[in-house]
């Protein structure tokens, strides 16, 4: 990145990403071109903390964070410049997100203690969905609005979760366990429910 950021969100694909927001409450936004970062538009409200983040470089969703307190405002990023979006249900922050700009899944997260609240969204506006089982923050996710997975997280002080969770578009069920607890995992998801992937995040508590 062309900015050093933590606590940041994160879309696209390879060759074609997308990196917004983090600490310090962070507006800056860059694109990836499979070799090199650019400026792209700032967003409209600084946010860190975990923003639920969807779709691709041109079409892009930020839900959620915190910018001095827990958000319930949404952006949207078109591949120039970013626009509000519907809000958020329930404000919060340290959730995690999946699917597209217009058919997106935000869920967990923190507000002020863990969560087990899903939305959905449909490029409009957001409905609650079922919850997921275990009230947790800092998830890795992947997949679409129909089909997601949300795995390891922080459901209490301790230093991580390995379970997993699967979405059908509307119950979560259990799916099978990471090798290794992690939390901070809110950038290292991707894929889809039947090939998804965790990398990085923490598992020393904090």
């Not at 949207?76 to 329930?90: F, H």
Request: hydrophobic residues 35%; proline residues 2%; glycine residues 22%.
């Amino acid at each position: 990145n062309l900015t050093s950021r933590r606590s940041n969100g994160g879309a696209g694909t390879e060759y074609a990403a997308l990196s917004f927001g983090g600490n310090p409450g962070l507006t800056s936004t860059e694109e990836y071109y499979g070799e090199t970062w650019a400026a792209g538009g700032a967003m409209i409200a600084g946010r860190s903390e975990g923003i639920a983040a969807a779709g691709l470089q041109n079409a892009a969703l930020a839900a959620g964070g915190n910018n001095g307190g827990v958000l319930t405002s949404v952006e949207e990023y078109n591949g120039t410049s970013w626009a509000a979006g519907g809000a958020l249900i329930v404000g919060r922050q340290s959730l995690n997100g999946a699917g597209t700009q217009n058919a997106a899944l935000a869920a967990g997260g923190m507000n002020p203690a863990q969560v087990t609240c899903t939305e959905e969204y449909d490029g409009s506006t957001w409905a609650t969905a079922n919850p997921i089982t275990t009230a947790r923050k800092e998830t890795g996710m992947g997949g679409l609005q129909n089909g997601a997975f949300m795995a390891g997280g922080r459901a209490g002080s301790a230093a991580g979760e390995t379970c997993t969770e699967e979405y059908d578009g509307t119950n979560w069920s259990t799916g099978g366990a990471l090798g290794n607890s992690r939390y901070a995992l809110q950038s290292g998801g991707g894929g889809t429910i039947a090939a998804g992937i965790v990398a990085g995040g923490s598992s020393s508590p904090a």
